[in-house]
């Protein structure tokens, strides 16, 4: 059982920049594929990136060259920087994971977490 934390969210300004972390404090997270979420007002939920277990990334187009999915092992956490940021970009942000995936399929994920709500606007 995974418990993840998602962190980071907040307001910003559009053209600024958010880095967005996801965090497990027990379970090891290298063998998830690990992916980034997220639900604007009225909206449905909408894939932004994924990072699988072996390293192999993707990202909605619409974010593609402003936001950027990492992982760092030892502090087992996957971070999305988000730069560049639009009013569009506004919403919960949910991490989820799916063991050992080389993809990050919305419906199947295993874990999710509880979300940050980003904010952009002037």
């Known amino acids: 059982q995974l418990l993840l934390v998602e962190s980071g969210g907040g307001l910003v300004q559009p053209g600024g920049s958010l880095r967005l972390s996801c965090t497990e404090s027990?379970?090891?997270?290298?063998?998830?594929?690990i992916g980034w979420f997220r639900q604007a007002p009225g909206k449905e939920r909408e894939d932004v990136s994924c990072i699988s277990s072996r390293g192999w990334i993707n990202y909605q187009d619409s974010v593609k060259g402003r936001f950027t999915i990492s992982r760092d092992n030892a502090k087992n956490t996957v971070y999305l920087q988000m730069n560049s940021l639009k009013p569009e970009d506004t919403g919960v942000y949910y991490c989820a994971a799916k063991f050992f995936s080389a993809g990050c399929p919305s419906l199947a994920m295993d874990y999710w977490g509880k979300g940050t709500l980003v904010t952009i606007s002037s």
């Open positions: 027990k379970v090891k997270l290298d063998s998830y594929a």
